[in-house]
């Protein structure tokens, strides 16, 4: 029976990669390191440190730093993406996204926020959906990122029900991942070919039909 869906943020609420990508691509200008939007995707679901480190690989540049030096990078980045996202407004939810929830709503389901982002709680604010949750992970608390359970296994306990009662919806192939060893129902947005691990995948957010999942999740 279903109990609750958890969501991803960045990707799948809102497309805040654009935003990560220009704060790492000046970060990554200013250490010298070539830096592409096809190199972000790779950042994607993945933590700010590990971000870090991806950049810097591309840079050949893993030994250049010691740990406190990355530590200062990754704050560097982050102030820069603080600045960016105080542009969002609830104009930038990606569609579909609000009638889903409000469906989620309306039949008793719970509804939770399983993001990797520190930043989670600002992007909502920014959204205006800070009230549509009844948990969000706090990202500074876990210990393992994605693909490693940990973070939808968090939001479940603290929404209180049985991680097999529960479906997460995910754009990254990693947390599509951290959903199926979770033991909960996958639910893809992206393309088929990255997300195949999912049990449905949709192309994009507009296409996400309650009805459909449901039916697809009882059988
Ligand atoms: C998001 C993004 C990642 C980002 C990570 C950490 O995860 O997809 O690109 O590196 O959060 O973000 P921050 O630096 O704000 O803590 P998710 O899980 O919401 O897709
Ligand atoms: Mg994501």
């Known amino acids: 029976k279903l109990e609750a869906i958890i969501f991803d943020?960045?990707?799948?609420?809102?497309?805040?990669?654009?935003?990560?990508?220009?704060?790492?691509?000046?970060?990554?200008?200013?250490?010298?390191?070539?830096?592409?939007?096809e190199d972000n995707e790779r950042l994607k679901?993945?933590?700010?440190?590990?971000?870090?480190?991806?950049?810097?690989?591309?840079?050949?540049k893993q030994m250049a730093f010691t740990e406190e030096e990355k530590e200062h990078l990754a704050k560097k980045k982050n102030i820069q993406y603080m600045e960016l996202i105080k542009r969002i407004t609830p104009a930038d939810i990606l569609p579909g996204i609000k009638?889903?929830?409000?469906?989620?709503?309306?039949?008793?389901?719970?509804?939770?926020?399983?993001?990797a982002s520190k930043n989670a709680p600002a992007v909502l604010k920014g959204l205006d959906l800070l009230d549509e949750?009844?948990?969000?992970?706090?990202?500074?608390?876990?210990?393992?990122?994605?693909?490693?359970?940990?973070?939808?296994?968090?939001?479940?306990?603290?929404?209180?029900?049985?991680?097999?009662?529960?479906?997460?919806?995910?754009?990254?192939?990693?947390?599509?991942?951290?959903?199926?060893?979770?033991?909960?129902?996958?639910?893809?947005?992206?393309s088929m070919d990255q997300l195949g691990e999912a049990d449905i995948v949709y192309a994009s957010t507009s296409e996400l039909s309650f009805k459909k999942i449901i039916e697809i999740f009882s059988k």
């Open 45 to 60: 679901g993945v933590s700010r440190l590990a971000s870090l480190e991806i950049i810097l690989e591309l840079g050949n």
């Open 133 to 190: 949750f009844d948990y969000m992970a706090d990202a500074n608390l876990i210990a393992n990122g994605k693909p490693d359970p940990e973070i939808f296994l968090n939001a479940a306990l603290n929404l209180k029900v049985n991680p097999e009662n529960c479906i997460g919806v995910e754009d990254a192939k990693a947390g599509v991942q951290a959903i199926k060893r979770a033991r909960m129902f996958a639910v893809g947005v992206g």
């Open 99 to 115: 009638p889903f929830i409000k469906e989620i709503k309306e039949a008793g389901i719970k509804v939770g926020l399983a993001s």
């Open 9 to 37: 943020l960045d990707g799948v609420i809102t497309d805040t990669a654009e935003y990560h990508y220009l704060a790492w691509k000046g970060l990554a200008a200013e250490l010298g390191i070539p830096f592409t939007r």
